[in-house]
């Protein structure tokens, strides 16, 4: 049987609530199976760990999270802390320090999803959106000169490396060769005159190596307007740290919102741990009232399974989320029901009890 040993950060605001109901599932999930179990190790950093200790996580947090096969978060963010620490000391530090540099983020409209094109379905709105998750936009690199003097200046550097570039970029393209599906470029290459114009460029030497492939580019601000328009056209998506992290926030709100909105950030060598969260923030206003919506915590799960090879219990965790919003009868709030958090995990339970349950013949 195997043993994954999976850091729990629930972190700020609904996280923790969410994450006790995607961990409730998990551990069903594996017991409905049989052929793996987890051992969940909880960690309370955060920005209530901030206010008490000045720091978002512990001095030695990385270290202490090596040994795990992966990091499931909950959330960051809360009123007192400004959100370039929280997301900066904590997030951003993982995904960098383990060298996450794939960023995975379904579009997909399940049965039962609200979506505001009325008349939109799930195979009009199927994407797969990989970000780079590394550098880019999100680097962290640029100055401040003279602050606080009239003459002031900032400056934010995007760093688009070969290396960083070449390599997401042709995850893209064994993904859409694994789903036989096109790629779509998403850059800024007309504006942007040496970070996109290079990004644009190295798409195109990749794309060679992979003739069997469709390909397309767009400009970032078509993409946005063809999203809307035309989704069906969206296949895989590669595309910048920042694009992506804007795109994906049209893309959920395409496919149910941010609710059912997940994130995987991936180390695909598997040297570091991969996290996997959902992307809806923290929350403060909904915290500690049992209406969150643990769907997209429970979606993130799904995609750890994935990573795991247990395609399989992925897809049953998947088909019980859209089972469960085909019903209708078991929804939170912002999906027009008023079932509490706990209450929309143990329905998914139920989905997955009734799935392994034996038939019987008559």
Wanted: some cysteine; hydrophobic content about 40%; aromatic content about 10%.
């Amino acid at each position: 049987m195997d043993i994954f040993k999976v850091a729990v950060i629930p972190g700020d605001g609904i996280g923790p609530e969410v994450i006790e109901e995607g961990i409730k599932v998990m551990k069903k999930a594996a017991e409905l199976d049989g052929r793996m179990q987890f051992e969940f190790t909880y960690f309370p950093w955060g920005c209530e760990y901030y206010l008490e200790n000045g720091k978002m996580m512990a001095d030695d947090g990385i270290e202490q999270l090596k040994s795990f096969d992966a990091i499931y978060l909950g959330a960051v963010g809360f009123p007192g802390v400004p959100d370039h620490i929280s997301l900066w000391d904590l997030l951003l530090r993982i995904r960098k320090d383990f060298d996450q540099y794939v960023n995975i983020r379904p579009i997909t409209l399940l049965n039962g999803a609200p979506c505001p094109l009325v008349e939109e379905n799930k195979e009009n709105i199927d994407m797969l959106f990989i970000r780079e998750n590394s550098e880019g936009e999100y680097a962290g690199a640029g100055d401040w000169l003279f602050k606080g003097k009239p003459e002031e200046v900032v400056l934010q550097t995007g760093v688009f490396s070969r290396k960083g570039t070449e390599r997401i970029i042709r995850y893209a393209f064994e993904e859409a060769v694994r789903l036989g599906k096109s790629v779509t470029s998403i850059s800024k290459a007309n504006a942007l005159n040496y970070s996109m114009v290079f990004w644009d460029q190295v798409f195109e030497e990749v794309s060679k190596e992979y003739p069997q492939v469709k390909t397309y580019s767009y400009l970032v601000d078509a993409a946005a307007m063809h999203m809307i328009k035309d989704p069906k056209r969206f296949e895989v998506v590669v595309t910048s740290n920042l694009f992506g992290d804007i795109l994906t926030d049209i893309g959920a709100a395409l496919a149910g919102g941010m609710g059912l909105a997940a994130g995987a950030n991936i180390n695909p060598e598997k040297v570091y741990p991969s996290m996997f969260e959902p992307i809806h923030g923290s929350a403060p206003d909904i915290a500690k009232q049992g209406i969150a919506n643990p769907l997209a915590a429970i979606w993130s799960a799904s995609q750890m399974f994935d990573f795991f090879g247990y395609e399989d219990i992925g897809e049953s965790l998947l088909t019980a989320i859209e089972k469960v919003m085909e019903e209708k009868t078991v929804m939170t709030p912002d999906l027009g029901g008023n079932a509490t958090t706990s209450e929309v995990g143990d329905r998914i339970v139920k989905q997955l009890e009734e799935k392994h349950a034996p038939t019987i013949l008559k």
